[in-house]
């Protein structure tokens, strides 16, 4: 079983249009993330919902907006792509514990925009 | 962002020998250290984590962690060809809603 996952695995999609990247993990976490990695290699992240708080990157484009339907799941929605929204996505989750937590990734998705 | 730095290397080794890697931060609020494995096209996957001050073994790993100097490391002991990846280093601060940041990574090649 697969404790994180998200669809679509690749996406390649024209400047101007609008695409959603899906995620949901079945660790029964309570946190949730969003990460955008660069071709450097730099994760940086974007949200989280953290117990149905929505925290929110303050450099992250209005354009890039995160919906949670429920706990399990945080979809991705682009408005408008651009080509510096090339990237690697990835989604995470963690949960705070006795034991303190660790955050575990989807097998991430690479968007590229032409 | 919190900041988490880290050398971005390449950085080299022959077969054997022993891989140190570095990491600073800058909150002191950060609460627990990771390092996190990622190979060419892979997601992260987690090396191992540390809260106390001090070292902590893993089988070839050893995180050391230095809260004064808020610096953390990681040592690959008998490094193998298969270690080849870039690790990244990432702190996780709780009070401010459960949040993990990353540094930039640091490439490891080990040479056979």
């Known amino acids: 079983d697969t404790a994180v996952s998200q669809t679509p695995k690749y996406l390649v999609t024209q400047m101007g249009n609008d695409k959603s990247i899906k995620c949901e993990q079945n660790l029964g976490h309570d946190t949730m993330y969003w990460y955008k990695q660069d071709s450097k290699k730099f994760l940086k992240i974007m949200f989280s919902?953290?117990?149905?708080?929505?925290?929110i990157n303050e450099t992250v484009p209005n354009r890039f907006s995160p919906k949670s339907p429920d706990k399990a799941h945080l979809n991705l929605h682009i408005n408008s792509l651009e080509l510096g929204d090339s990237a690697v996505y990835f989604c995470?989750?963690?949960?705070?514990?006795?034991?303190?937590?660790?955050?575990?990734f989807g097998e991430g998705s690479w968007l590229t925009v032409v | 962002q919190k900041e988490v730095e880290q050398n971005s290397g390449p950085l080299s080794v022959p077969e054997g020998a022993i891989a140190s890697l570095n990491c600073t931060y800058s909150d002191r609020g950060s609460q627990s250290f990771f390092w996190y494995r990622q190979y060419s096209g892979k997601s992260p996957e987690l090396i191992m984590f540390?809260?106390?001050?001090g070292d902590k073994e893993d089988g070839r790993f050893t995180a050391q962690l230095n809260k004064a100097s808020q610096y953390v490391s990681l040592l690959i002991r008998d490094s193998q060809p298969s270690d080849s990846a870039t690790y990244l280093c990432?702190?996780?601060?709780?009070?401010?809603?459960?949040?993990?940041?990353f540094g930039t990574g640091t490439s490891l090649t080990v040479i056979p």
């Open positions: 540390i809260y106390s001050n």
């Open positions: 995470a989750s963690s949960q705070v514990g006795r034991s303190g937590n660790t955050i575990y």
């Open positions: 919902y953290n117990n149905k708080e929505l925290i």
């Open positions: 990432a702190v996780n601060i709780i009070d401010t809603g459960n949040q993990f940041y």
